[in-house]
């Protein structure tokens, strides 16, 4: 049970994106696509999932032992810059055309606070390595949710009728708002 109120949590009442606003980049600049945003949130879930699981290896079985935790933040971003290039050739070879609609954003992983976050919150919250990687992939699953509604309210919103004054990034960011507002509508659901 405290599994699933960790997911629940993760995914929905704690959403990296609406109501921790980490990862608001590529949030903004992948969701104009559907496909878009589901290539960027298999993306940042590998990412993520990934990164968790090394940092936490690292901060437990070298920083602490050797009593250089201070060097937590350095080595994290490390890891993830490592892994974003990973994924990126991984992209190139296996699915170019993804490839080339993330462009900028998918080295933007690297620099994405959401994944630097998520590592540095399960250490933050004393969870074992199991807890780790399932709230990682909780967060991940959350960002691509969140992702993947913004887009397809974007996708929705090019096709209808929107004042002149309010294409384009003005009616995305009072999107965002409200998306944000509904997730927050889950506070009460988890503590």
Known sequence: M??????????LVNNIVLTQFLGICPFLGVSTRISTSLGMGAAVIFVMA???????LINQYILVPLNIAFLQTISYILVIAA???MVEIILKKVSPPLYQALGL????????CA???VAIMVIKRNFNLVESVLFAISMAIGFSLALVIFASIR???EINDVPKGMKGVPIAL???GLLSLAFMGFAG???
Request: proline residues 2%; without cysteine; charged residues 10%.
């Open 2 to 11: 405290e599994y699933i109120l960790l997911i629940i949590s993760a995914i």
């Open 50 to 56: 990934l990164a968790t699981l090394v940092t936490f």
């Open 83 to 85: 892994l974003v290039q």
């Open 105 to 112: 954003y998918l080295p933007l992983i690297t620099t994405n």
């Open 115 to 117: 994944v630097l976050g």
């Open 155 to 157: 996708e929705q919103l």
């Open 174 to 176: 009072i999107t965002a």
């Open 189 to 191: 659901l988890v503590k």
